[in-house]
């Protein structure tokens, strides 16, 4: 039986693998997979991350070391592991689908929160404070939509916008074909939309694409949704775009610096990051934890295909879900 190190694990992790992986036995750790932890894989034939661990060279040398063969991303992105580093050493594989619905419907759900002032609203009532003063929306049918990104994510919020009569304005370096909404170079998405919302993976190209000149392209009272990555975001021209009123509301499902904070619990404790603290202050903002893909169905999805992965790769199939280095 095939041991895997399963590194910043929950109790939601647990009971999905348990579920699904019964022929390996996965030893389940806390702590998130660093150059720190790598050694606790020591005797494991791979190991199993997620979006904040951080994989860099010095982990991944020691990883191979250590005997381990393949790391299992359980999450669609990868820019968290040197890919570069782990070519010829170690195996990389991901879950490049497993509930887009999931995200997507999320995303609408910051949108609809932020617009209508749900979490507002449900802090008065919970102290009988019945005023309906501050709380005013705009209605969304007829706004233009600009999503950024028009993966499978993407296009399940394009639908969902579709459904609510929202116009689309969509842009990627790489649309699909016969698309059935309309696409355009990103200025004038920028320009032209009252909501923009981030769909698309993170690389060495598209980092901080929402800084201070892009904002200065935007409308007024602008709503921003991000669901995909905190670093496709400058954080700082964000508070700026907030305080002049350019970005009249935000969701934000990830942030930048998160990789220390998101997941844990740090409740009783003084966040030294100014940066967040600011940002979560502003009454206009609606930041949850990177939960987009928590649902019972994307749980089990992303189980279900780490555990193909791992299959794949330990009978010597081909590996259709292999992250490689160009």
Not at 157 to 175: E, R
Not at 242 to 261: C, K, P
């Amino acid at each position: 039986m095939k041991k895997i190190a399963f590194y910043d694990t929950k109790p939601y992790d647990k009971e999905s693998f348990d579920a699904v992986g019964s022929d390996y036995e996965f030893d389940y750790i806390e702590a998130k997979l660093s150059a720190h932890t790598a050694a606790l894989a020591k005797g494991c034939d791979g190991v199993c991350a997620f979006v904040n661990d951080d994989i860099d060279k010095r982990a991944i040398d020691i990883l191979s070391e250590n005997g381990v063969r393949i790391i299992a991303m359980r999450c669609a992105g990868y820019s968290n592991v040197d890919i570069k580093a782990a070519k010829g050493k170690i195996t990389v594989v991901r879950v490049p689908s497993y509930s887009p619905h999931a995200v997507a419907e999320h995303a609408m759900a910051l949108l609809l929160c932020v617009n209508r002032k749900i979490h507002k609203a449900y802090n008065r009532t919970r102290d009988f404070n019945f005023s309906i003063n501050g709380l005013t929306g705009t209605d969304l049918y007829g706004k233009t939509v600009g999503i950024i990104g028009t993966g499978k994510i993407g296009r399940a919020f394009i639908d969902i916008c579709k459904g609510m009569g929202m116009k689309i304005l969509a842009y990627d370096p790489f649309p699909v074909e016969n698309a059935d909404f309309e696409y355009t170079e990103l200025d004038r998405l920028l320009s032209e939309s009252d909501v923009i919302s981030l769909h698309c993976p993170l690389t060495s190209k598209n980092t901080r694409m929402l800084n201070k000149e892009a904002f200065s392209k935007m409308k007024k009272g602008v709503f921003l949704i991000n669901i995909s990555r905190g670093a496709l975001i400058d954080t700082a021209a964000l508070i700026d775009a907030l305080n002049d009123g350019t970005v009249g509301a935000a969701g934000l499902d990830v942030y930048e610096e998160e990789s220390d904070l998101f997941f844990e619990d740090f409740s009783n404790t003084v966040i030294k990051d100014d940066v967040l603290s600011l940002l979560i202050s502003k009454p206009n903002v609606l930041l949850t934890s990177h939960q987009a893909f928590l649902t019972d169905e994307a749980l089990s999805g992303i189980a279900e295909t780490t555990i193909e992965n791992l299959n794949d790769f330990f009978s010597g199939k081909p590996l259709k879900n292999e992250v490689c280095s160009k």
